[in-house]
């Protein structure tokens, strides 16, 4: 048969003294204790930390300042690369047309200056020509033969002389006279301005306006006459 229970086997007597401490009351749960208290930091310790802040934000600055150099040299070369890319297209097609130009340009040059060495050649044959004729070497006997002969020859260096004088404006004197114009033009009116003093001027320019003025003056007398009729 099963003894009976006695209590006083099982007695805790940490339990009953803290429940003695705690007036009698219900032991305190582990989440009422209260919490480690944590001191305050010396200054040694703020120091430390201060310094190390410091020293992290140096660290950030110096970081930073590499950044924006590496940022102002992508920059640059971005900058050169379109400057690269925008000459190139230009530069392309500036040369393209260029050389286009200039191979018409020499095409045409050189075609000119194959015909200016065939004139050219021309006439110093037919200056050769007619410098051999020599009239005192000419006799009764063949006087119609050298008549002949020399006006072929002047009669083919008039058709040389003509065509060329088609094909190269130099031998006309248009350049020339193209250019000395204008200067002449200048000259004069600067030579009349020279010789007249301003009482002649107004008196030529007097003379030049003066039928505008006439026809101006006859309207006025007109209006003036059409006026006085209505009133």
């Not at 006083?8 to 480690?36: C, I, M, N, T, Y």
């Not at 193209?178 to 009116?189: F, I, Q, R």
């Not at 020279?194 to 101006?216: D, I, M, Y």
Request: aromatic share 4%.
């Amino acid at each position: 048969m099963a003894s009976e229970f006695d209590a006083s086997e099982f007695v805790d007597h940490d339990v009953q003294a803290a429940r003695k401490a705690s007036g009698g009351g219900a032991l305190p749960s582990p989440a009422g204790l209260p919490g480690r208290v944590q001191p305050a930091p010396t200054r040694q310790e703020v120091d430390s930390k201060v310094t190390l802040m410091q020293q992290k934000l140096s660290e950030l600055k110096r970081v930073q300042q590499e950044l924006e150099r590496e940022r102002g040299s992508l920059e640059e070369i971005r900058r050169r690369q379109s400057e690269f890319t925008t000459g190139r297209q230009e530069m392309l097609q500036h040369l393209t047309r260029g050389v286009g130009l200039l191979t018409e340009a020499e095409f045409a040059a050189r075609r000119d200056a194959e015909q200016m060495a065939k004139t050219l050649a021309g006439f110093h044959e037919a200056l050769q020509k007619i410098q051999s004729l020599n009239e005192a070497t000419w006799t009764q006997a063949n006087l119609n033969v050298e008549l002949a002969r020399a006006s072929t020859a002047i009669e083919n260096a008039r058709m040389e002389w003509n065509a060329a004088r088609l094909k190269f404006s130099i031998l006309s004197g248009a350049v020339a006279s193209e250019k000395g114009a204008p200067a002449a033009n200048e000259n004069s009116l600067e030579q009349l301005m020279r010789q007249n003093n301003f009482a002649a001027l107004c008196k030529l320019g007097l003379s030049l306006s003066w039928p505008l003025a006439l026809v101006v003056l006859a309207m006025f007398v007109v209006l003036l006459a059409l006026l006085l009729r209505v009133k």
